[in-house]
Each structure stands twice: as structure tokens, then as C-alpha cells.
């Protein structure tokens, strides 16, 4: 079984502030880790991936995620946040295979 | 570069039409998915084509819902007849992968959003 867990709803930050985005996985075997941001009516864009090396994964737009094996997490983290950052981000897990399980998402709001 | 494009971008309907959704994936892409997104059960993957051939089916819903890709450019995702309860917004996917290797990165369209009355 597979499944990736995102718990918290929403995230709320001031602008300039550090900003965490929490993902923790349960998966059997070594996942793929994804993060995508989804912005009002629009499609999902992709952020970053784990794939294996570097625990530290640096992606789009300024962003990136620690992967930590023991504690099973993938947050994702951005030093100081943007008010153009407001959207839903997701989490996503993938095995050795094309399937994405999804988180149920995180709305990050950024306040100025 | 165009990235995946997916046609109509919203789209009304009675209960009992049918609908059909139209995806082109990114060229020379090899793997499309169709996604559902709804409030209640989040993004679930409907089916998987590789080279053009269903390999995943097991999240289509049930019989009213299929899915060709009939070349490598273009693929339909058809409901009938459409119910209320299919309300959501329908997401196409591509992904370089032409043999379901893991960590591929999936890039998605912009989605159609579908309203059943």
C-alpha cells in the first residue's frame, strides 16, 4: 500500500517569513517524491522530485524539500515566502512505477 | 513550448448528455493520464495510456466512463450518459516515460472544468 499525507489544511505566513509545507509518505521500498503548486483555475505545476543522491532537493520558483528517510517526510520549505505564493501545493508519491498518489493538498496563504 | 492542451476548458451539460474531453499531450511525450479533482476525494487518476495503449484502467468509475488515444497527439475522455455526481475538473497529463519508469515527472494541462446539471 501506498499513500502520502500532507496534515495541515492550510498554512498561514507573513510575507518574508520562512515557509514549511509538511509531507510524510508510507510506502514499502525506496518512493519517488514529488511537489506541485496549483494556482486558482489552473493545471498542477510541477516543483520539485526525489529521486535518489542529495537529500536536500532544490526546485522551482525558489523552493525546495528535505527528504528524511527515518522520519518518512518530504517538506517542503522556502526561506521567505512571497504573497505571490498563495496557492495549494501537493504532495506526491510515486514507487517504481508511473503512479502518482497524491496528498489532499495544503493551501498556503501569504499574507503582505 | 506548448504544453499539454486540453479542450473545452469548461464545460456545461445536462444530466444524460454526453461529454467527451480532448487532450494533446506534449509532443513526444509517450505516457498520458486523465485525473479527477474533486472537493470530496481530491486528484484520483482515471487511467494510464503508454505508447497509446490503456495499461491502467482500474480508476475509471464505472461503465459510462472510457477513454481512447487513438495516435500519440490526441486522446478523449468520453462520459455516457453524464451524471451530477461527475462534476469536477478533469486533468490530462504526459509524461516522457515510454516504459512506466518511476520518477517521471508528470506535467499537467490546464484541466476542464465540468458541470453536470
Known amino acids: 500500500a501506498q499513500s502520502v499525507a500532507q496534515p495541515e489544511d492550510q498554512v498561514n505566513v507573513a510575507e518574508g517569513n520562512p515557509l514549511t509545507v509538511k509531507c510524510t509518505y508510507s510506502?514499502?521500498?525506496?518512493?519517488?517524491l514529488f511537489w506541485y503548486v496549483q494556482y486558482p483555475n489552473r493545471g498542477l505545476q510541477f516543483l520539485l522530485k526525489?529521486?535518489?543522491?542529495?537529500?536536500l532537493v532544490k526546485g522551482s520558483y525558489g523552493f525546495e524539500a528535505e527528504f528524511n528517510k527515518s522520519q518518512t517526510s518530504f517538506h517542503l520549505k522556502k526561506p521567505s515566502a512571497l504573497v505571490s505564493d498563495s496557492a495549494l501545493y501537493f504532495c506526491?508519491?510515486?514507487?517504481?512505477?508511473?503512479?502518482?498518489?497524491f496528498g489532499a493538498g495544503t493551501t498556503v496563504t501569504v499574507r503582505a | 513550448d506548448a504544453g499539454v492542451i486540453q479542450s473545452p476548458r469548461h464545460e456545461v451539460t445536462e444530466m444524460g448528455q454526453e461529454v467527451t474531453l480532448r487532450c494533446k499531450p506534449i509532443?513526444?511525450?509517450?505516457?498520458l493520464f486523465w485525473y479527477r479533482q474533486t472537493m470530496m476525494r481530491g486528484l484520483e487518476l482515471l487511467i494510464y495510456?503508454?505508447?497509446?495503449?490503456?495499461?491502467?484502467d482500474s480508476g475509471m468509475p464505472e461503465d459510462r466512463f472510457s477513454a481512447k488515444m487513438p495516435n500519440a497527439s490526441f486522446s478523449t475522455l468520453k462520459i455516457q450518459p453524464s451524471e451530477p455526481r461527475d462534476s469536477a475538473v478533469y486533468f490530462c497529463?504526459?509524461?516522457?516515460?515510454?516504459?512506466?519508469?518511476?520518477?517521471?515527472?508528470?506535467?499537467f494541462g490546464p484541466g476542464t472544468r465540468l458541470t453536470v446539471l
Open positions: 526525489y529521486i535518489t543522491g542529495d537529500n
Open positions: 495510456f503508454n505508447n497509446n495503449v490503456p495499461i491502467d
Open positions: 510506502v514499502s521500498g525506496n518512493p519517488y
Open positions: 509532443s513526444g511525450h509517450n505516457s
Open positions: 506526491a508519491v510515486s514507487p517504481k512505477k508511473y503512479k502518482l498518489s
Open positions: 497529463a504526459s509524461s516522457p516515460s515510454s516504459g512506466g519508469a518511476g520518477g517521471d515527472t508528470q506535467y
